[in-house]
């Protein structure tokens, strides 16, 4: 047997052999609060930003840094970041791995079976959920980068090299849950540390379902917007004014209505010039994989005939590739217990878009608030719009036939004796847009979660054979890249 063959051996059987010791400290890092958008967790988020970095440091990885960050520095939550810089006969990629260490608000708490920041472990029940952890955190995303971490642990023990000799630098943040408010800031200040990295690294992402893994080559982009229509300088008696003035409520809904057409196409001029259509090949290989829209309808509690979106496309398709519109909240006027006859004086709205490649965020942004402005004036005249650009993010694709994301593949097949598929994913990961467009280099989403984790839900959980997968494939993908 090639003695790199063996290496991978010893490094499957260390996890296998350690896995009890890998779940207790997977249970050490979940028993941290570390939220990171409620400001009472500030020590507890730099807490689990500490123990981090010890383990990555009892991976062998000496240049570990806990980077404060902010203006005035220290405000924001600290980014672990860590070099290593391979072995001297090392010839393949310098890979960024990146990963957030910071969790969602558990609210509202008494919807938890347990405490969520008391791991607990859980038996399969049949038919459903298998032996999982459940807590705060437990797959978005500690438990998927301590599979990263115990991957290098494994692969040190195997090869007596760190990192398995791979060049690795290694940015854990958090901040990811309340916006990476600062690692925008970061990522240019430490341009010179990161540009000569090939590709991005991110488990921060799902399978195609249990037992089928699953590597995701493109996320959609975001842009995310919030507009007031205001009308009248004060409330007003509606009784007096009824039928007298437009509601603001009533303009903003008619205003809005207009965002799609017949066909639920986006009516934004210029909103499509940049969408790159799906190409045969790629809607060949979403067939094979043979969605069933009207089971998932099921889950959330909706029957078939509430499939909705653009004409044309199938639902893989209008998820993965092609851009939408969203209303995610819209308010005004009195909405408190009993009545209240009012007109209200304005009326709010939160837009959001998924976009796909090569579409701007910036650019979206303004043909909207265009596009919304022109509404208003012939829907409402009189009335003025105020427009906020709250934030945004570029989608991205990889190809498939790159050389990173063949060495993954191959890495999933040896670890979990499955090819996995090559999915897209409906959702925007933002830092692998700036990655992108800051540093120019692009993602693999090699993540392990399954979509009844209840990501951001109480109950959130991860699979005890997910967390074996994850490890295992990312030890099979260092082996890969010495390979390359």
Same mark, same amino acid.
């Given at each position: #047997? =090639?003695?790199?063959?063996?290496a991978a051996?010893?490094?499957l059987s260390?996890?296998d &052999?350690? &896995?009890?010791?890998s779940?207790?400290?997977l !249970?050490?890092?979940?028993s941290?609060?570390s939220?990171?958008t ?8 730099k807490?689990?930003?500490m ?16 980077m404060p960050?902010g203006? =005035?520095e220290g405000?924001?939550h600290?980014?672990?970041?860590a ?14 791995f990146?990963?957030?260490?910071d969790?969602?608000p558990?609210?509202p $708490?008494?919807?938890?079976?347990s405490p969520?920041?008391?791991?607990e472990?859980?038996?399969? !029940? =049949? ?6 952890i459940v807590a705060r ?6 438990g ?7 991957a290098?642990r494994?692969?040190? @023990? ?9 060049k690795?630098?290694?940015l854990? &943040?958090?901040?990811e ?6 690692l925008?800031r970061f990522?240019?200040?430490h341009?010179?540390?990161l ?18 893994p699953?590597i995701?080559?493109?996320?959609r ?5 919030e ?11 509606s009784? #007096?004014?009824? +039928?007298?003035v #437009?509601?603001?409520?009533?303009? $903003? ?6 965002l ?15 969408v790159?259509? !799906?190409?045969?090949?790629?809607r ?5 994989l043979?969605f069933?829209?009207?089971?998932a309808?099921?889950?959330? +509690?909706l029957p078939?005939s509430?499939?909705?979106g &653009?004409k044309?496309?199938? =639902?893989?398709e209008?998820e993965?590739?092609r851009?939408?519109a ?6 005004g ?8 006859t ?8 939160k837009?959001? @878009?998924r ?5 701007d965020?910036?650019? /979206?942004?303004? $043909? ?14 009189? @009335? ?7 934030h ?8 498939t ?10 890495a ?9 598929a090559? /999915?897209?994913t +409906?959702?925007? !990961?933002p830092?692998?847009?700036l ?9 693999i989403? #090699?993540? @392990? +979660? $399954? ?5 951001h839900?109480?109950n959130?959980?991860?699979e005890?054979e ?6 295992r494939s990312?030890?099979?993908?260092i082996?890969?890249?010495?390979r390359l």
């Open positions: #047997m =090639p003695t790199s063959d063996r051996t010893a490094a260390w996890l &052999e350690n &896995e009890s010791a779940i207790q400290r !249970i050490d890092w979940l941290i609060p939220i990171s409620d400001p009472q967790y500030k020590v507890e988020v807490r689990a930003a123990w981090c970095a010890e383990q990555l440091r009892a991976a062998g990885i000496t240049q570990v840094e806990v960050t203006e =005035p405000s924001g600290p980014i672990v970041f070099h290593h810089p391979g072995s001297p006969d090392y010839r393949g990629p310098h890979v960024l990146y990963g957030h260490y969790v969602q558990v609210d $708490l008494n919807l938890w079976d969520p920041f008391q791991p472990i859980k038996e399969a !029940i =049949p038919g459903g959920p298998g032996r999982r955190g437990a797959v978005d995303d500690k998927q980068v301590l599979m990263f971490i115990e290098l494994a692969v040190r @023990f195997a090869t007596d090299k760190v990192a398995g000799g791979v690795f630098t290694i854990i &943040e958090g901040e849950e309340s916006g990476s408010v600062n925008d990522v240019r200040d341009k010179a540390a540009k000569d990295c090939d590709v991005c690294l991110i488990s921060d992402t799902g399978m195609l379902a249990r037992g089928k699953a995701t080559y493109g996320v982009g975001l842009a995310y917007t507009v007031t229509l205001r009308g009248p300088d004060q409330d007003l008696h009784g #007096m004014w009824g +039928g007298r #437009m509601n603001p409520n009533l303009a $903003l809904a008619k205003v809005l209505s207009k799609h057409d017949e066909n639920n196409r986006v009516t934004i001029p210029g909103f499509y010039d940049k790159i259509p !799906i190409s045969a090949d790629e060949a290989a979403w067939q094979r043979a069933d829209q009207t089971d309808l099921k889950k959330i +509690g078939q509430a499939d909705w &653009e044309g496309f199938a =639902p893989l209008r993965w590739a851009p939408t969203e209303i995610n909240g819209i308010w006027g009195y909405i408190g217990a009993g009545a209240k009012v007109i209200p004086s304005h009326a709010s709205a837009v959001s @878009f976009l796909v490649a090569d579409q965020p910036a650019q /979206i942004t303004q $043909l909207f608030f265009d596009w919304i402005k022109a509404r208003v004036a012939e829907i409402a005249p009189g @009335f003025t719009v105020e427009c906020s650009d709250l945004g993010g570029l989608g991205v694709t990889l190809p036939d790159s050389v990173h994301l063949q060495a993954a593949s191959r999933i097949k040896r670890a979990c004796n499955v090819e996995p090559l /999915i897209k +409906g959702g925007s !990961i830092v692998a847009g990655l992108k467009s800051e540093l120019g280099i692009s993602t989403f #090699m993540g @392990f +979660g $399954l979509d009844d984790d209840r990501v839900s109480p959130e959980k991860f005890i997910c967390f074996r997968m994850g490890a990312h030890a099979l993908f082996d890969e890249l010495t």
